[in-house]
């Protein structure tokens, strides 16, 4: 296996882009951190149980696309025997992206596997696990973020590219950021590029609000553990008790968000910054999107996009698109 991990991960530069986006983030009105930086090492290990929990039905949709319906991903995806490079933003432990990987093995396909994700220790997780199962595998990790790392996905290859984008991490921007992410996302792809898109749609308000809210507090922890870590790297000095999670979800527009709401008024420093809380202000710290049919339509006709297929779980209750550069 030939791995490749990019040669600016885990630099001062990357550290000096985590502080000035949670300081910056926490002048804002209201105050907001972005949930990209939930996931170091306690935080990939929360997220692991949070897929766990039978009330997180996400991942089991989406994983009964990739492990049930994996020929049909395959004929949307990659038309003809062409070789080209498969490049899964935000790729985690690729739990699902697997069975599509086994099945193009098995196919004789000729392809490379670029995982990107922001996590390095996630990736070298990765690593660890393809090298073992598919040792014949070609892969190029590249650990960053998504357009800095396709920029070097596109200098490394001329194939053609797919890019897979699932759980739906969509959903984990506003309305406006998610429209803004697929016109960069076109302009950094070549026509006939192709993109598959995982969406969770709207259905019972009940199923989805219990999806974040769970009982035993995973999702409480995963939201808390961003303080944490500000802490640890940051030199900050939150208070975790005095810091409690909240979760809204609206039927109308489809956001479910979650906060942090300050116990008390209470300072808060972090680099030799001040940070005041009121009693009981909030913290935004995640959007968690759910589309219609419509919207998603919409969204790939205002950004240069031809849905070419879709793909929906047994329970209709998610959807994997196809979409083409125009």
């Not at 910056?24 to 907001?32: F, I, R, S, V």
């Not at 016109?183 to 995982?198: A, E, F, M, P, W």
């Not at 989805?208 to 000095?237: C, H, P, Q, V």
Request: proline share 3%.
């Amino acid at each position: 296996m030939n791995v490749q991990l990019d040669p600016q991960s885990k630099t001062e530069k990357n550290a000096d882009h985590f502080r000035s986006d949670i300081l910056n983030g926490l002048k804002n009105t209201p105050k907001k951190l972005s949930s990209k930086y939930f996931y170091d090492k306690i935080g990939d290990h929360l997220f692991q149980q949070i897929m766990d929990m039978p009330s997180y039905y996400l991942t089991r949709c989406e994983l009964d696309i990739f492990k049930n319906k994996t020929d049909e991903l395959i004929d949307l995806l990659i038309p003809g025997n062409e070789s080209f490079d498969l490049i899964e933003l935000g790729a985690g432990d690729a739990m699902k992206s697997t069975y599509l990987l086994e099945k193009l093995i098995s196919k004789g396909v000729n392809f490379t596997y670029m995982p990107i994700d922001i996590s390095g220790n996630i990736l070298s997780i990765l690593h660890k696990k393809l090298s073992s199962q598919f040792p014949e595998i070609k892969i190029t990790c590249l650990e960053g973020d998504y357009f800095e790392m396709l920029q070097k996905a596109a200098s490394l290859s001329d194939r053609r590219k797919v890019v897979l984008f699932l759980g739906s991490n969509i959903g984990n921007m506003t309305p406006e950021e998610a429209e803004d992410f697929c016109l960069h996302l076109n302009k950094n792809l070549s026509q006939k590029d192709r993109v598959l898109i995982g969406f969770d749609l709207k259905k019972n308000p009940h199923i989805i609000l219990n999806a974040y809210n769970d009982k035993e507090g995973i999702t409480a922890s995963f939201n808390l553990n961003l303080l944490t870590r500000i802490n640890n790297e940051l030199g900050g000095n939150f208070d975790l008790k005095q810091f409690q999670h909240y979760q809204t979800y609206d039927p109308v527009t489809g956001a479910c968000r979650s906060f942090l709401i300050s116990l008390i008024r209470q300072d808060v420093t972090i680099d030799n910054t001040r940070i005041s809380f009121e009693e009981n202000e909030l913290i935004d710290m995640e959007i968690s999107q759910k589309f219609s049919s419509e919207k998603i339509r919409e969204l790939a006709k205002k950004t240069g996009f031809t849905i070419t297929g879709e793909i929906n779980d047994s329970k209709k209750w998610f959807v994997d698109t196809i979409w083409q550069v125009q």
